[in-house]
């Protein structure tokens, strides 16, 4: 009989899926350090498109309790986090708030930002001429309001 018969090869898959629940995974929300204050309708875009993995305030969705989608979810919002988080955005002071928003400014512009298979799971997400305009407008005059010194 040979060892990796169909039904083997299913059943080792299961298994697999079944052990790798069990490996311990950080799915946090840290308090909110210095988090952003915006008029009401960029703070509404920026929480629809940017917060679940640029804040403390994500929401996770119940397959983020599912490994190893969960690994992938939970590492693009520890990458996402490092790279810009709105609930310690008034730490960024300076030359670095400047870089983040030209960053953000940047991001934006190319359609880099959502993620887009983040897009394709929150419909709701997608960035419109309109709402790209808003949030734009609002970079720049935040640029604009950055002292230097
Ligand atoms: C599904 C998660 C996710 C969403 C939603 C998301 N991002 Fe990101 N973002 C990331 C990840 C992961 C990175 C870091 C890796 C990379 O640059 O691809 C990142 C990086 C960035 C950076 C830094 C780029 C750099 O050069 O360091 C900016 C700015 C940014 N995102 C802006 C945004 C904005 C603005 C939104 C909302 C309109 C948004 N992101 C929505 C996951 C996300």
Same mark, same amino acid.
């Given at each position: 009989?040979?060892?990796?018969?169909?039904?083997?090869? +299913?059943?080792? &898959?299961?298994?697999?899926? @079944?052990?790798?629940?069990?490996?311990?995974?950080?799915? %946090? !929300?840290?308090? =909110?350090?210095?988090?952003?204050?915006?008029?009401?309708?960029?703070?509404?875009?920026?929480?629809?498109?940017?917060?679940?993995?640029?804040?403390?305030?994500?929401?996770?969705?119940?397959?983020?309790?599912?490994?190893? +989608?969960?690994? &992938?979810?939970?590492?693009? @919002?520890?990458?996402?986090?490092?790279?810009?988080?709105? %609930? !310690?955005?008034? =730490?960024?002071?300076?030359?670095?708030?400047?870089?983040?928003?030209?960053?953000?400014?940047?991001?934006?512009?190319?359609?880099?930002?959502?993620?887009?298979?983040?897009?394709?799971?929150?419909?709701?997400?997608?960035?419109?001429?309109?709402?790209?305009?808003?949030?734009?407008?609002?970079?720049?005059?935040?640029?604009?309001?950055?002292?230097?010194?």
């Amino acid at each position: 009989m040979k060892f990796f018969t169909f039904k083997r090869f +299913v059943f080792l &898959i299961i298994v697999i899926l @079944v052990i790798i629940q069990f490996v311990p995974v950080e799915r %946090s !929300n840290p308090p =909110e350090s210095a988090p952003l204050v915006a008029q009401k309708e960029v703070a509404h875009i920026l929480k629809t498109s940017c917060y679940d993995c640029h804040s403390n305030q994500t929401v996770w969705p119940w397959y983020s309790n599912v490994a190893p +989608v969960s690994w &992938i979810l939970i590492d693009h @919002v520890k990458e996402g986090r490092r790279h810009l988080n709105f %609930s !310690n955005w008034n =730490e960024y002071q300076g030359k670095k708030k400047l870089k983040k928003l030209d960053e953000l400014i940047e991001e934006v512009e190319e359609g880099n930002m959502p993620l887009e298979g983040y897009l394709k799971l929150h419909k709701d997400a997608i960035l419109s001429t309109e709402t790209k305009e808003k949030l734009l407008d609002w970079a720049h005059s935040e640029m604009d309001s950055v002292s230097l010194d």
